[in-house]
């Protein structure tokens, strides 16, 4: 049995300075109707100032969102943001917008997802002209997405298997080594082996301390907190660990995981936040 993050609160009584790495979707704030919906949660934006506020701890938002809707979704200055599993970061920054850095080159990655999107579009079409109901095909610029949460489960499953089936074709034929699928409950992104959260978190951490992105680098000694939801935040979880830091999932049910604590839900995190700056001075 998980023990709840509330448990943890008490040991981090002396923890000055504190690195936090949060995931978005189902960690701060529920799911969206679609990916595209993007509209900021003055709430939790008013939080996330206040985390930015505290000078004892340095917020990183790490989302499988693209950039774009990070931005639009954290309008915070001082915040590191990373889009696409981190493969698109934003630096955090207090006089301005940060520098944004992409760890790949675009034009090595478009051409094979030109190459997957309208086969997938096909699949979720079934001959007709728009996306059956409940499904929804994704462009991230980095990777494709097939959502398909409301979807009936039965043409669920024949379409992800079919999309599934053909990007990975495609990707043997175009350029093995380079892309991976990722899948999830009715749910399958074909993305660069770069946009993992795992190899992102080691990306920061091992940045010079000068780097423009070597915002959590700059404190190597400081407990390494990481709060997530999903299987892509299992993998977070486990370099986190292995770096000595602690793992938060955030699930309504006990489920299997990687995590040293657990959150009921995107309220419960919340809350837990505004606990937690109770804790420093």
């Known amino acids: 049995m998980i023990p709840p993050a509330d448990d943890l609160l008490p040991r981090l009584d002396a923890a000055n300075p504190l690195r936090l790495f949060l995931d978005y979707d189902g960690t701060l704030s529920d799911f969206a109707p679609t990916p595209d919906h993007v509209e900021p949660d003055p709430d939790l934006v008013a939080l996330l100032r206040r985390l930015v506020a505290e000078p004892s701890i340095r917020t990183a938002i790490l989302s499988g ?49 030109e190459a997957i999107k309208p086969r997938w579009a096909e699949f979720i079409a079934a001959g007709g002209s728009r996306a059956r109901p409940g499904f929804y095909l994704e462009d991230k610029g980095w990777s494709l997405a097939i959502h398909a949460r409301f979807a009936d489960p039965g043409e669920t499953e024949e ?25 999830g409950h009715k749910f399958l992104e074909i993305g660069p082996c770069l946009a993992h959260k795992g190899r992102t978190i080691d990306y920061l951490l091992d940045l010079p301390p000068d780097h423009p992105a070597g915002y959590m680098a700059a404190w190597p000694d400081a407990p390494l907190l990481y709060l997530g939801d999903d299987d892509k935040d299992e993998e977070a979880f486990e370099v986190v660990q292995a770096r000595g830091g602690i793992a938060i999932v955030v699930a309504c049910e006990p489920r299997p995981t990687h995590a040293d604590y657990r959150l009921q839900s995107p309220d419960d995190t919340r809350r837990w936040l505004r606990a937690l700056l109770h804790y420093f001075p």
Do not use: M
């Open 65 to 113: 969102r693209r950039l774009s809707h990070v931005q639009k979704l954290v309008p915070v200055p001082g915040i590191l943001l990373a889009g696409t599993y981190g493969l698109e970061l934003q630096t955090p920054a207090h006089d301005g917008p940060g520098r944004r850095i992409d760890r790949l080159d675009y034009g090595t990655i478009r051409p094979v997802l």
């Open 159 to 183: 379409v992800l298997v079919a999309a599934r089936r053909f990007a990975a074709e495609t990707i043997q034929a175009y350029e093995p080594g380079l892309f991976r699928l990722l899948g």
